[in-house]
């Protein structure tokens, strides 16, 4: 898609640890500190600019705001996160008799929770349950700055129950990556409230990394990556180049492992990042690694670097055509939370955690935003609507670690977890998520300046660009209706009449196979380019667009190398992809099949799970469950029956309670003939919650260590 040559960029940062620290990796940096303000690609809106006022993700971010954010602060205090903050305050001063509980890593949990509260006072400035939330958040500061060292260290777990260990084991005591989620929690905070007393804790943490880590320092790399996303956030915040400086060392050292240890694969240490070209390791801390490298190739400085270019492009291409499930999921093994062999996808066993999701969404955002290419939206907008918000339950208060794509009544979603990285994790994704939806360009080449807005994703809402001097107004039922009115206002009360030189660009989705456009009522036939349609690039207010995204239910097959879904469909109708549930059906889901030529429907049901879209059709079942072969040779095949069936969204299902469901349905009876096992007996003396003794007996053979 974008790839070029490799290039000497990557003989530049070969080499010993002493060499990597005495030259920064290609190319080298321009003679003057880059700005922080400028970007190589598209900006995205800022959230303040964006009000999502109806349909679907109006509903998310209530519910978000009204109970996720307060599920997770109660989580928080209940399990202790936030207690340890006093208990290293007291500690600091002192008392030794302070206690810890929990995870090493537990405070990262508490920093995304204020980060995603940070998101909704600022789209919600002003309101009674704001003001409530911004209370709390304001005590929970207070308490974690007293938990600061005089030189910037801030870790309760090593504080308290392991000071001796600090940072000794940088490779696997998560202090960076809880660092990180520190800084990035106090910028959001201090930009939605004016309050810097977190991002203050932050930028004292921050110059403590500084005084330890990188070139002529201590040659190490965090086993977890994050700390370079939020030293870069930090860097565009502040302007205060060793930010950047110290982010790019983080990065550039990954892979050169002379003199230090290492995790290899796992945590992507394995190669230097412009050597790598294929996705390996932990999901999550791969994702967070390039898109790390994504914000260095958004700087003008260091938007040429071949090798960044290079490992982008093929490490995309890896994990999006070989390695994503059709719900955007990603990472299908349990053993290392992330990565195996290509068109490795099973089902039942598969990972595919939330902030795996969430990673990926944010990665391909960038990358959209660093090419004004809409494929990188396609995958976003799947992983969005389906692995992401699978992640959490419709009432905002019960998660999902792992998103399976096929259930036999043992998963559900616990209201947390003892590593909790998800439920803040999503919680602060919907709070943000407004900001996906527009990019825009602008030129000061020109006056007045001429901008370019591309509409990336699609909602009921009202952004404003006061650059351009526009306001865009979105209604639209997507993703039930593939329907978008767009009308067009000006920001500019005393030019309201003015002919605004706005170039106008909306994403056409790649599920799309036939769309229409029109401009105050005319047809137009756009140029598409990289996705997008170009609708014009002079606009006075009250001009209308409306944007009609053909949205039939389709079948999906998957790549034949993919074993777990050979002769199998999937369910997909605009970017929602659908699963069969039991509590929908009559029989056993797990026994139906979908002909090929069974007729299938789409309908809105309002009263169904909180209104969702669904689809009808029939298909076949046996009119018994097919029974586990165990001597026999031969037997009758079983008498078939027709089975009429209804399809919810993935992202809904288990809403109640435990239940059986499956994304895949076989296209032919003969593949629920059932399975071959011998004869057992078992007793057990101890089980996990998601195991259940039905487990032993259903014939699938245990992929991994952590298939139940």
Same mark, same amino acid.
Not at 246 to 263: N, S
Not at 314 to 327: E, I
């Given at each position: 898609m974008h790839t070029l040559a490799l290039s000497l960029a990557l003989l530049l940062t070969a080499g010993s640890p002493a060499a990597l620290a005495q030259q920064p990796a290609a190319p080298q940096a321009a003679t003057q500190p880059p700005s922080p303000a400028q970007h190589t690609g598209l900006t995205s809106i800022p959230l303040r600019s964006i009000e999502l006022s109806g349909g679907f993700w109006k509903t998310r971010q209530d519910t978000n705001a009204a109970r996720t954010v307060w599920a997770n602060i109660e989580q928080c205090e209940k399990t202790g996160r936030i207690a340890n903050f006093d208990e290293a305050a007291k500690y600091i001063k002192g008392d030794k008799s302070a206690q810890n509980r929990g995870l090493l890593f537990n405070d990262s949990d508490v920093y995304k929770v204020l980060e995603g509260a940070a998101y909704i006072l600022a789209s919600r400035p002003g309101d009674e349950d704001s003001k409530k939330l911004r209370a709390t958040c304001d005590d929970i500061i207070r308490r974690i700055a007293a938990a600061q060292h005089d030189d910037g260290y801030i870790n309760t777990y090593h504080t308290v129950k392991a000071p001796e260990k600090r940072w000794k084991v940088v490779e696997h005591n998560h202090e960076l990556y809880c660092g990180g989620h520190l800084i990035e929690a106090g910028v959001a905070y201090a930009q939605a409230t004016g309050d810097k007393t977190l991002l203050n804790v932050g930028i004292r943490f921050a110059n403590h990394v500084d005084s330890l880590f990188g070139p002529s320092k201590r040659h190490a790399v965090p086993g977890h990556q994050e700390i370079e996303l939020a030293l870069i956030k930090l860097?565009?915040?502040?302007?205060?180049?060793?930010?950047?400086?110290?982010?790019?060392?983080?990065?550039?050292?990954?892979?050169?492992?002379?003199?230090?240890?290492?995790?290899?694969?796992?945590?992507?240490?394995?190669?230097?990042?412009?050597?790598?070209?294929?996705?390996?390791?932990?999901?999550?801390?791969?994702?967070?690694?390039?898109?790390?490298?994504?914000?260095?190739?958004?700087?003008?400085?260091?938007?040429?670097?071949?090798?960044? &270019?290079?490992?982008?492009?093929?490490?995309?291409?890896?994990?999006?055509?070989?390695?994503?499930?059709?719900?955007?999921?990603?990472?299908?093994?349990?053993?290392?939370?992330?990565?195996?062999?290509?068109?490795?996808?099973?089902?039942?066993?598969?990972?595919?955690?939330?902030?795996?999701?969430?990673?990926?969404?944010?990665?391909?955002?960038?990358?959209?935003?660093?090419?004004?290419?809409?494929a990188y939206f396609d995958a976003a907008e799947r992983a969005l609507y389906n692995g992401v918000l699978s992640g959490v339950s419709l009432s905002g208060d019960r998660f999902f670690y792992v998103n399976p794509l096929l259930a036999r009544g043992n998963h559900d979603r616990p209201d947390w977890y003892e590593c909790a990285c998800c439920p803040p994790n999503i919680l602060r994704t919907v709070a943000n998520v407004g900001t996906l939806f527009y990019s825009t360009r602008t030129s000061g080449q020109t006056s007045p300046a001429t901008s370019a807005i591309y509409t990336n994703l699609y909602n009921t809402s009202i952004a404003r660009f006061d650059d351009a001097g526009m306001i865009i107004h979105q209604k639209t039922d997507y993703p039930w209706s593939g329907e978008v009115q767009m009308s067009i206002s000006?920001?500019?009360?005393?030019?309201?009449?003015?002919?605004?030189?706005?170039?106008?660009?909306?994403?056409?989705?790649?599920?799309?196979?036939?769309?229409?456009?029109? &401009?105050?009522?005319?047809?137009?036939?756009?140029?598409?380019?990289?996705?997008?349609?170009?609708?014009?690039?002079?606009?006075?207010?009250?001009?209308?667009?409306?944007?009609?995204?053909?949205?039939?239910?389709?079948?999906?097959?998957?790549?034949?190398?993919?074993?777990?879904?050979?002769?199998?469909?999937?369910?997909?109708?605009?970017?929602?992809?659908?699963?069969?549930?039991?509590?929908?059906?009559?029989?056993?889901?797990?026994?139906?099949?979908?002909?090929?030529?069974?007729?299938?429907?789409?309908?809105?049901?309002?009263?169904?799970?909180?209104?969702?879209?669904? &689809?009808?059709?029939?298909?076949?079942?046996?009119?018994?469950?097919?029974?586990?072969?165990?001597?026999?040779?031969?037997?009758?095949?079983?008498?078939?029956?027709?089975?009429?069936?209804?399809? &919810?969204?993935?992202?809904?299902?288990?809403?109640?309670?435990?239940?059986?469901?499956?994304?895949?349905?076989?296209?032919?009876?003969?593949?629920?003939?059932?399975?071959?096992?011998?004869?057992?007996?078992?007793?057990?003396?101890?089980?996990?919650?998601?195991?259940?003794?039905?487990n032993v007996a259903d014939g699938a053979a245990p992929a991994n260590s952590g298939d139940y």
């Open positions: 860097w565009r915040f502040t302007g205060e180049t060793r930010y950047l400086n110290l982010a790019r060392y983080f990065i550039d050292a990954r892979g050169h492992t002379q003199g230090r240890p290492t995790t290899g694969e796992y945590s992507q240490d394995h190669l230097p990042v412009r050597e790598q070209d294929h996705i390996v390791g932990h999901a999550v801390r791969g994702m967070y690694m390039f898109m790390a490298v994504a914000d260095l190739l958004d700087i003008p400085a260091y938007a040429n670097d071949e090798g960044y &270019i290079q490992a982008t492009d093929d490490v995309w291409h890896d994990l999006t055509h070989r390695k994503t499930y059709v719900t955007g999921g990603i990472g299908p093994s349990a053993h290392n939370e992330g990565f195996t062999t290509p068109y490795d996808l099973p089902n039942d066993t598969a990972y595919a955690e939330t902030c795996a999701g969430i990673g990926s969404v944010l990665w391909n955002e960038r990358l959209g935003r660093l090419y004004a290419d809409a000006s920001s500019r009360p005393d030019a309201s009449s003015a002919s605004m030189p706005v170039e106008l660009l909306a994403r056409v989705p790649s599920w799309c196979r036939s769309a229409t456009f029109t &401009i105050n009522g005319k047809t137009i036939k756009p140029e598409i380019s990289k996705g997008y349609a170009r609708l014009g690039s002079r606009w006075k207010a009250g001009d209308t667009i409306t944007l009609n995204f053909d949205m039939p239910v389709e079948r999906i097959q998957a790549n034949p190398m993919v074993q777990a879904d050979l002769g199998r469909v999937a369910l997909q109708r605009g970017p929602v992809v659908y699963c069969l549930e039991s509590p929908d059906n009559a029989g056993d889901v797990l026994s139906v099949s979908l002909p090929p030529d069974a007729p299938l429907s789409a309908e809105f049901r309002p009263d169904l799970l909180s209104g969702v879209g669904i &689809i009808k059709g029939e298909g076949l079942s046996l009119n018994q469950q097919p029974k586990v072969w165990r001597s026999e040779l031969y037997r009758p095949v079983p008498t078939v029956q027709r089975a009429p069936f209804t399809a &919810i969204p993935y992202f809904a299902w288990n809403n109640r309670g435990r239940t059986s469901m499956t994304v895949w349905l076989p296209e032919s009876l003969g593949m629920l003939g059932g399975t071959s096992v011998g004869q057992h007996t078992y007793t057990s003396s101890f089980r996990f919650r998601d195991e259940i003794p039905d």
